[in-house]
């Protein structure tokens, strides 16, 4: 059976940063191909392409991650019964989550006692969790919970009405749920498998971490205190980054499910998950120390992929580690790996067929023009959705 699945290749060159750190404060790396390399975590590029869906979809279509999530719910019940007092939302919220995920939601002992101390009264309700919902569902849940205020625990042991408050969490995902998934602790039937798959960003060549030792003036010294008035280090590295991601279109399209608008065709919620991932992973940048090294570059190349049978990384291109070449610079080489690689690895499976992108810049990328249609990055956002839309059909 053909499936529908995209896959992202991203070179990007970073300066001196700290993308993302490890416990000790160091940026992560990772042993590949016998050699020490650069990491950055799915994570947190996965939270840096989740945060850029603020500027490219609408609010409605995204969910919230939190602990606080009796707080968000109490706000749009009191939106709708504004007569309503903030514990009294606050404790219809707490049982309406709770019947939907079968999650408690309670005070953190450690802050109601704090709480107690200072004589301040009790902080909000929160799960034990992060509990991801999208704003569908608590617009869905707050209306379920003013429909039983007058006696919430009472409608809540009523079997159709728990059972509607389940259907409420586990239908109409927001884009981002349906993309990066959610685990519900307290019940596995409602979790939401990820229909994109991120891994973790690895440098071509072999790095090991430098040490910046800094100091900082007291503005208020006098000529007899010439010495700093702070002194430290921050580790950093450089590199030039292979990223890697693939999104099962199917499985998005399941996961979003119903809850389509009448005037739109039934493909363009997908369309629409696709391009913001799409773009969002290429242009964002995790934000790990950004305002010690200001390392904001944007990808050198970009291949996309529109498969039809699974999803495949080009990481093995550079297991052998990349050397840079007489004049410096690994981003050259590193296409021309690519440009090798990849038509020996399709020819070899029979993948060669799949519709292909190319987005570069600089004449260090000229080599990898021949693996695809080049594009901007407009033109492939654009391209890539209206592939997806016509794969899926009008009957998806």
């Not at 071509?204 to 010495?227: I, K, L, R």
């Not at 430290?232 to 890697?244: E, I, Q, W």
């Not at 399209?253 to 799409?278: H, I, S």
Request: proline share 5%; charged share 25%; glycine share 8%.
């Amino acid at each position: 059976m053909s499936r529908t699945i995209l896959d992202v290749h991203v070179l990007q060159t970073v300066p001196p940063s700290n993308l993302n750190r490890d416990d000790t404060g160091s940026p992560k790396t990772a042993f590949y191909g016998g050699v020490r390399r650069a990491r950055v975590s799915s994570q947190a590029w996965k939270r840096a392409t989740r945060r850029s869906f603020d500027g490219l979809l609408d609010p409605a279509e995204l969910g919230v991650r939190t602990k606080r999530v009796a707080e968000l719910l109490a706000d749009r019940i009191t939106a709708a019964r504004p007569h309503l007092g903030d514990a009294e939302a606050l404790t219809l919220a707490a049982e309406t989550i709770q019947a939907a995920t079968g999650s408690k939601i309670e005070v953190p002992k450690r802050k109601a006692e704090a709480a107690k101390k200072k004589g301040e009264d009790a902080p909000a309700p929160e799960s034990s969790y992060l509990m991801f919902l999208s704003a569908r569902q608590l617009d869905g849940l707050a209306d379920l919970a003013v429909q039983g205020a007058d006696d919430i625990k009472k409608y809540f042991k009523t079997k159709e009405n728990k059972a509607r408050a389940r259907q409420i969490a586990d239908t109409r995902h927001s884009v981002d749920i349906a993309l990066f998934g959610r685990m519900v602790a307290d019940s596995a039937d409602i979790n939401v498998d990820a229909a994109a798959q991120v891994a973790h960003a690895l440098s071509v060549h072999a790095v090991e971490n430098e040490s910046d030792y800094y100091t900082a003036v007291d503005d208020q010294n006098t000529d007899a205190e010439p010495g700093a008035g702070m002194i430290g280090t921050v580790d950093f590295n450089s590199a030039t980054l292979y990223r890697y991601a693939a999104v099962d279109v199917d499985l998005l399209r399941r996961n979003l499910g119903k809850g389509l608008r009448d005037d739109e065709p039934v493909t363009e919620p997908v369309r629409r998950a696709v391009q913001a991932f799409l773009h969002g992973f290429i242009a964002s940048l995790p934000t790990g120390k950004i305002n010690t090294f200001g390392n904001h570059t944007l990808p050198d190349a970009v291949i996309v992929k529109l498969r039809t049978s699974r999803p495949v990384s080009f990481v093995a291109a550079f297991e052998e580690p990349v050397t840079a070449d007489l004049t410096g610079g690994h981003l050259k080489a590193a296409c021309e790996k690519l440009t090798e690689y990849v038509p020996d690895l399709e020819g070899a499976y029979g993948i060669d067929g799949d519709p292909s992108w190319v987005l570069r810049v600089g004449p260090a990328t000229a080599k990898l023009a021949g693996l695809g249609t080049e594009v901007t990055l407009t033109d492939l956002v654009d391209a890539v959705g209206a592939a997806v839309a016509e794969r899926l059909g009008p009957n998806a």
